[in-house]
């Protein structure tokens, strides 16, 4: 579930980055960077970590939730498609940064 809408160039607004937060499975908790901003009467957000994460609500509150939704469905699809691509055969590991 992804939601966008073109802004045009030059258009103006104060960006807030704040950080969504999800756990995970293994009960680690992650941060991601929120970029959103205000645009009319729209609240227009991106996850910065992860491409194609992105939203649109009327209200800020709203915006991040629906953020938090997303990013949370983007990250079990691609844990779905790893374990799809891996077929047979593979192991699961933690990779810390």
């Known amino acids: 579930m992804t939601c966008d809408k073109l802004l045009t ?3 103006k607004a104060t960006i807030d980055e704040i950080v ?7 009960g680690k908790m992650n941060q991601y960077t929120a970029v959103v901003k205000q645009d009319g009467d729209w609240w227009v ?8 994460v992105n939203c649109q609500e009327q209200s800020r509150e709203e915006l ?5 939704i997303t990013l949370q469905e983007a990250i079990e699809m691609n844990r779905q498609d790893a374990v799809a691509a891996a077929a047979d055969g593979y192991e699961k590991a933690i990779v810390d940064l």
């Not at 969504?20 to 293994?26: G, L």
């Not at 957000?45 to 194609?52: H, Q």
């Not at 991040?64 to 938090?68: A, G, N, Q, S």
């Open 64 to 68: 991040l939730e629906t953020l938090r």
């Open 20 to 26: 969504v937060q999800d756990i995970e499975r293994f």
């Open 9 to 11: 160039q030059g258009e």
């Open 45 to 52: 957000g991106w996850i910065e970590e992860i491409p194609g």
